[in-house]
């Protein structure tokens, strides 16, 4: 499953900051039973808007995380908070099918 934000740099920062928050809770987070892996993606002709993807193998896993978060990714998030807006887009199940070129395995 998927879990997918937009995020919205604030004049005068960079994402360069924000993804250093990122990886610094993500690394806590990748601890957790069923985290599968985090990824950024900056917009095509905006750097100022990118968007985090939380991969985990069950809604489950994330959930459990959470209700058990480490007090330390709390403080990384609301350290980068002052320059970001972090928009929730959804959460999102494993594709059902993935249709993919004949010669490319993913």
Same mark, same amino acid.
């Given at each position: 499953?998927?879990?997918?934000?937009? @995020?919205?740099?604030?004049?005068?920062?960079?994402?360069?900051?924000?993804?250093?928050?990122?990886?610094?809770?993500?690394?806590?987070?990748?601890?957790?039973?069923?985290?599968?892996?985090?990824?950024?993606?900056?917009?095509?002709?905006?750097?100022?808007?990118?968007?985090?993807?939380?991969?985990?193998?069950?809604? $489950?896993?994330?959930? $459990?995380?959470?209700?058990?978060?480490?007090?330390?990714?709390?403080?990384?998030?609301?350290?980068?908070?002052?320059? @970001?807006?972090?928009?929730?887009?959804?959460?999102?199940?494993?594709?059902?099918? @993935? @249709?993919?070129?004949?010669?490319?395995?993913?």
């Amino acid at each position: 499953m998927k879990y997918i934000f937009e @995020v919205h740099i604030k004049e005068g920062h960079t994402a360069e900051e924000y993804a250093r928050a990122w990886v610094r809770a993500s690394e806590l987070i990748q601890r957790a039973p069923g985290a599968l892996g985090t990824e950024l993606h900056r917009k095509i002709g905006d750097p100022t808007t990118l968007i985090a993807i939380a991969s985990w193998d069950s809604k $489950a896993h994330r959930d $459990a995380m959470e209700a058990n978060r480490d007090p330390e990714i709390d403080e990384i998030i609301r350290a980068a908070a002052p320059f @970001v807006e972090v928009r929730p887009i959804g959460e999102f199940e494993t594709p059902e099918w @993935v @249709v993919n070129p004949p010669d490319r395995q993913c």
